[in-house]
């Protein structure tokens, strides 16, 4: 089953390109008007903290999107992960490339279950105390060790914008109408390149 094609109907490769293109520029402009302020302040905390030499405002407009994505895709998980599994979490990690692995994966797949079984719905997901748990459940999957290390730069960052008032929840909201909005472009204008998707997901959705 093909489920995707770089051409629709009426159209060839170029177009797809083209439009790809165009809906970058154009989340890219509108995060960088919308969190500039935010940008600012991360770029001063990253000089005074030594981190790292600020980079350009677009890679940090990128992470502002990342961490919308990812609270709207696993926010009803992140109730799952248990602290005080941690240690197991980490020793299984570093052992998947033993020649121990297929024993690994098995006890893995056990323990991983919980993780990834949806949990009640948070009355209001997006605040810091939220933003940790959604780390360390990215962290306990194994699946975002690069994201999980810049997360944790945004996350002591906004620890210490917690004395100002409304800063963290503007912040967020932020974040999750960024999200939502490539959702929005998304779907308007790159669904006719992914005909046999959702056949696709259905299929092997029980297993």
């Given at each position: 089953?093909?489920?995707?094609?770089?051409?629709?109907?009426?159209?060839?490769?170029?177009?797809y390109y083209f439009t790809i293109k165009k809906l970058g520029d154009d989340l890219i402009?509108?995060t960088l008007s919308k969190s500039s302020k935010y940008i600012d302040d991360f770029k001063?905390?990253?000089?005074?903290?030594?981190?790292?030499?600020?980079?350009?405002?677009?890679?940090?407009?990128?992470?502002?999107?990342?961490?919308?994505?990812?609270?709207?895709e696993y926010k009803d998980y992140i109730l799952n992960f248990k602290p005080y599994l941690?240690?197991?979490?980490?020793?299984?990690?570093?052992?998947?490339?033993?020649?121990?692995?297929?024993?690994?994966?098995?006890?893995?797949?056990?323990?991983?279950?919980?993780?990834?079984?949806?949990?009640?719905?948070?009355?209001?997901?997006?605040?810091?105390?939220?933003?940790?748990?959604?780390?360390?459940?990215?962290?306990?999957?194994?699946?975002?060790?690069?994201?999980?290390?810049?997360?944790?730069?945004?996350?002591?960052?906004?620890?210490?914008?917690?004395?100002?008032?409304?800063?963290?929840?503007?912040?967020?909201?932020?974040?999750?109408?960024?999200?939502?909005?490539?959702?929005?472009?998304?779907?308007?204008?790159?669904?006719?390149?992914?005909?046999?998707?959702?056949?696709?997901?259905?299929?092997?959705?029980?297993?």
């Amino acid at each position: 089953m093909i489920t995707y094609s770089l051409k629709s109907e009426n159209s060839d490769y170029e177009k797809y390109y083209f439009t790809i293109k165009k809906l970058g520029d154009d989340l890219i402009d509108k995060t960088l008007s919308k969190s500039s302020k935010y940008i600012d302040d991360f770029k001063l905390y990253l000089k005074s903290k030594n981190i790292e030499d600020p980079k350009d405002s677009k890679y940090y407009s990128i992470e502002i999107i990342l961490i919308g994505v990812l609270f709207r895709e696993y926010k009803d998980y992140i109730l799952n992960f248990k602290p005080y599994l941690s240690p197991i979490y980490n020793i299984l990690n570093k052992s998947r490339n033993s020649k121990f692995k297929p024993q690994i994966d098995v006890i893995r797949g056990r323990i991983n279950t919980s993780l990834y079984s949806k949990s009640q719905k948070l009355d209001n997901p997006y605040t810091l105390n939220n933003f940790s748990r959604l780390i360390k459940w990215l962290d306990a999957t194994y699946d975002f060790k690069d994201e999980v290390l810049r997360l944790n730069i945004w996350h002591q960052f906004l620890k210490e914008k917690a004395s100002q008032t409304n800063y963290i929840s503007d912040f967020f909201n932020l974040t999750d109408y960024l999200a939502s909005y490539l959702k929005h472009i998304g779907d308007e204008n790159l669904k006719c390149y992914l005909p046999n998707l959702d056949n696709y997901l259905n299929s092997y959705l029980k297993t």
